[in-house]
């Protein structure tokens, strides 16, 4: 146990001595002081536990000296006993007490009460002192549990508030993407439509047109043909009509190819200046050189010139229309398109622009701001048909009273992707002949469209025969050896013409077929990639040249 300091005060060392004797058995520290004035001293260097003090001193008395010891703060509560041997009469013990003393010892000194009154306060000492300390630490650890708390309710809060946001993240992210899934599930949805609704025009476009294609080349009467060459325009009009339908559904078909866009644009420069007219200046920014890109070059022009019409109806008193263009290199998906190498063609404007609403409908079919009579609303969605198609995209900004841009992605085309185009005949090229008249077996369930494809091959100088299914022509090929060829629709309930193709593959595999459809790209041509097609509506032109291709097939074969 650590000894504690005990100042003895007294002016005569003989009773020091004593006072030493006596309290040595305390095995405490024991320090000796002679007069006030060093027992302060003794008190400014030391930290002491029991002063035991001569009453009667001839400097300083142990009233004043208690009184000055009092007045230090490290010693307002020690021990001080005093020891007297004349002034033990009730004044001065009161005296003593109002001084500072917490008890007295009468002179002759019994060794025994001295002692004893020492150790009790002593022991009062060193308990307080262990007390303190004890307090000491519980504080600092109270303090140290508080600072802990503290610093995990701060923790705590920091992970709620982060919890929070991640919640608001994800609830964020799931409703962007369940409106996306929305988005697409109704564009779907209108493309299905779309290009079912193209499929019936197509029928009725092909029925109407090879039949007034016919009756042109019989009449002579000036008047006569001027009207047919107006109804055979506006079915061709309504043809370009059902192309834009299914390029905005996906369905067109398109033959992708290598194409050089600043070459493009050059060759067609003249005609998308006589589009948009005099009032619209064309500020032509492409670079000299572009990477290739792989994309339907006649369907790409189309788009483009769409493009720049709109361009030029936003802008109603003139402006400008500048095209642009540059090379993206995507390392990570954005936007909707995959990492890869990218060329983005840009067409802005300086018109009147859209509000976010109308940028967010702008692509949707059948949706224009141009009034009644000056738009169909499927030139945006045809745009975005061929972008999607062509694994691209197309991004729109606007604002309002500022103008417009709207950019194509187009991938670029890559060494391995990079597959010629099968060659078309010249616009002025002549259709093959044939050197004699063939049987051919005309297949489709619209009795319109098959009246007037027969029509078409009886007018070539060939014989035909009609058959309304796909069953009903296999009974016909069954018991008629003389049919030569067989053109058929695909979409046909029962039996597709794709699925009638096959069977006549495995039955009579040297029968040429040629397979037409409504739909620009049938869906389930597996095996079939390479058979002559033609896309309704079709001209006898077209019709003639698919059979003269066909036979030579057959003959090559």
């Known amino acids: 146990m650590e000894p504690i300091n005990i100042l003895l005060v007294d002016d005569q060392p003989a009773k020091l001595l004593s006072y030493e004797v006596i309290l040595r058995e305390l095995n405490e520290n024991l320090i000796k002081a002679h007069s006030g004035r060093e027992a302060l001293e003794h008190l400014l260097k030391t930290e002491v536990a029991v002063i035991l003090v001569d009453v009667c001193m001839p400097d300083q008395d142990g009233f004043e000296?208690?009184?000055?010891?009092?007045?230090?703060?490290?010693?307002?509560?020690?021990?001080?006993?005093?020891?007297?041997?004349?002034?033990?009469?009730?004044?001065?013990?009161?005296?003593?007490?109002?001084?500072?003393?917490?008890?007295?010892?009468?002179?002759?000194v019994v060794p025994e009460v001295l002692r004893a009154k020492v150790k009790v306060f002593a022991e009062l000492f060193r308990k307080t002192r262990d007390l303190e300390r004890l307090n000491?630490?519980?504080?600092?650890?109270?303090?140290?549990?508080?600072?802990?708390?503290?610093?995990?309710?701060?923790?705590?809060?920091?992970?709620?508030?982060?919890?929070?946001?991640?919640?608001?993240?994800?609830t964020r992210e799931r409703e962007e993407a369940l409106a996306q899934l929305f988005e697409a599930q109704k564009m779907d949805t209108i493309g299905?439509?779309?290009?079912?609704?193209?499929?019936?025009?197509?029928?009725?476009?092909?029925?109407?047109?090879?039949?007034?294609?016919?009756?042109?080349?019989?009449?002579?009467?000036?008047?006569?043909?001027?009207?047919?060459?107006?109804?055979?325009?506006?079915?061709?009009?309504?043809?370009?009509?059902?192309?834009?339908?299914?390029?905005?559904?996906?369905?067109?078909?398109?033959?992708?190819?290598?194409?050089?866009?600043?070459?493009l644009v050059q060759s067609m420069e003249s005609l998308l200046r006589r589009s948009i007219g005099p009032g619209v200046a064309i500020d032509n920014r492409l670079p000299a050189i572009l990477p290739s890109v792989l994309?339907?070059?006649?369907?790409?022009?189309?788009?483009?010139?769409?493009?720049?019409?709109?361009?030029?109806?936003?802008?109603?008193?003139?402006?400008?229309?500048?095209?642009?263009?540059?090379?993206?290199?995507?390392?990570?998906?954005?936007?909707?398109?995959?990492?890869?190498?990218?060329?983005?063609?840009?067409?802005?404007?300086?018109?009147?622009?859209?509000?976010?609403?109308?940028?967010?409908?702008?692509?949707?079919?059948?949706?224009?701001?141009?009034?009644?009579?000056?738009?169909?609303?499927?030139?945006l969605s045809m745009v975005y048909g061929l972008t999607a198609q062509s694994n691209g995209t197309l991004l729109i900004e606007s604002r309002l009273g500022e103008g417009t841009c709207i950019s194509m992605w187009i991938p670029v085309a890559e060494a391995l992707e990079q597959v010629a185009a099968a060659p078309q005949p010249a616009a002025g090229a002549p259709a093959p002949q044939l050197e004699e008249s063939r049987t051919i077996?005309?297949?489709?369930d619209d009795a319109l469209v098959m009246m007037g494809t027969a029509a078409m091959i009886e007018d070539?100088?060939?014989?035909?025969?009609?058959?309304?299914?796909?069953?009903?022509a296999l009974e016909i090929l069954a018991g008629n050896s003389a049919i030569e060829l067989v053109v058929t629709d695909h979409a046909m309930p029962g039996m597709t013409g794709?699925?009638?193709?096959?069977?006549?593959?495995?039955?009579?595999?040297?029968?040429?077929?040629?397979?037409?459809?409504?739909?620009?790209?049938?869906?389930?041509?597996?095996?079939?990639?390479?058979?002559?097609?033609l896309g309704k509506p079709f001209t006898q032109r077209d019709l003639e040249i698919a059979i003269a291709s066909a036979f030579a097939e057959g003959v090559a074969g």
């Open 192 to 263: 299905q439509l779309t290009g079912g609704v193209a499929h019936d025009f197509n029928n009725l476009l092909m029925a109407a047109l090879g039949s007034l294609n016919l009756v042109r080349k019989t009449v002579a009467d000036e008047r006569s043909v001027r009207l047919l060459d107006n109804a055979i325009q506006a079915a061709e009009r309504g043809a370009a009509l059902t192309q834009r339908l299914l390029a905005f559904a996906r369905r067109q078909e398109l033959k992708p190819q290598p194409t050089d866009l600043v070459r």
């Open 441 to 444: 077996l005309v297949v489709d």
């Open 460 to 472: 070539l100088g060939h014989h035909p025969v009609e058959a309304m299914s796909g069953r009903e």
């Open 65 to 108: 000296l208690v009184s000055m010891i009092r007045e230090h703060p490290r010693y307002q509560r020690t021990a001080v006993i005093f020891v007297s041997a004349v002034m033990m009469d009730e004044p001065h013990r009161l005296r003593g007490y109002e001084a500072g003393a917490v008890d007295y010892v009468s002179v002759p």
């Open 498 to 533: 794709a699925e009638l193709t096959r069977l006549i593959r495995e039955r009579w595999p040297d029968l040429p077929v040629v397979l037409a459809s409504g739909y620009a790209e049938p869906p389930d041509l597996l095996g079939l990639e390479n058979l002559p097609r």
């Open 136 to 170: 000491a630490q519980l504080e600092q650890r109270v303090a140290e549990r508080t600072a802990a708390l503290e610093a995990s309710a701060a923790a705590l809060k920091s992970l709620n508030e982060q919890l929070e946001q991640r919640i608001e993240e994800r």
């Open 295 to 379: 994309v339907d070059a006649n369907q790409f022009e189309l788009a483009l010139l769409n493009l720049f019409i709109n361009a030029r109806d936003a802008m109603p008193e003139g402006g400008v229309i500048t095209l642009t263009a540059v090379a993206e290199t995507l390392s990570a998906p954005r936007q909707g398109l995959k990492p890869g190498n990218y060329v983005a063609i840009s067409v802005a404007d300086t018109g009147c622009g859209m509000d976010e609403a109308t940028v967010a409908k702008a692509t949707q079919p059948f949706y224009t701001t141009k009034g009644p009579g000056k738009g169909t609303g499927l030139g």
